[in-house]
């Protein structure tokens, strides 16, 4: 008898991880807008307290671990572009149950135009991970 609910069970189990691993794609649309509106409290609300950012390229290029270097860093993003508008591109998800990754293409038009490769790393929906990687070939994908 027990063993007719071990389908059901499991049926259940994945309904409910499919269901928090397509959310990723949401998250991370909310993270580069976030961005782009220069919110960045709401931007510091999706990362764990010791997340890490490589960014790639640029001005601001460096690695930035922890809540204060990363609010730090986007600050200075923020103030020196001002409000921008996005374009994503090619994005995609990969999840197991210890986490994601979401890559996408991503254009910020603001001050300058500012063409990114992405890739986030999600762990108990957190960002943990970021890699920011100025990419002029993206530019030319728009």
């Known amino acids: 008898m027990k063993n007719k609910f071990i389908p059901l069970i499991s049926a259940a189990f994945l309904l409910i991880n499919s ?3 397509a959310d990723k794609l949401t998250q991370s649309k909310i993270h580069f807008n976030s961005i782009a509106s220069g919110d960045i409290n709401k931007l510091m ?7 890490r950012l490589d960014w790639i390229g640029g001005p601001l290029d460096g690695s930035y671990s922890g809540n204060d270097e990363l609010r730090t860093v986007w600050k200075k993003f923020t103030k020196a572009l001002g409000p921008m508008k996005t374009s994503v591109s090619n994005i995609k998800e990969n999840s197991n149950p210890k986490g994601s990754t979401v890559t996408a293409d991503v254009l910020f038009k603001g001050k300058k135009t500012i063409p990114v490769r992405y890739t986030l ?3 108990d929906n957190e960002i943990v991970n970021e890699i920011w990687q100025i990419s ?3 530019a030319k994908q728009y």
């Open 121 to 123: 790393l999600y762990r």
């Open 136 to 138: 002029p070939a993206i």
């Open 45 to 51: 609300g999706q990362y764990n307290q010791n997340a």
């Open 19 to 21: 269901n928090v691993f």
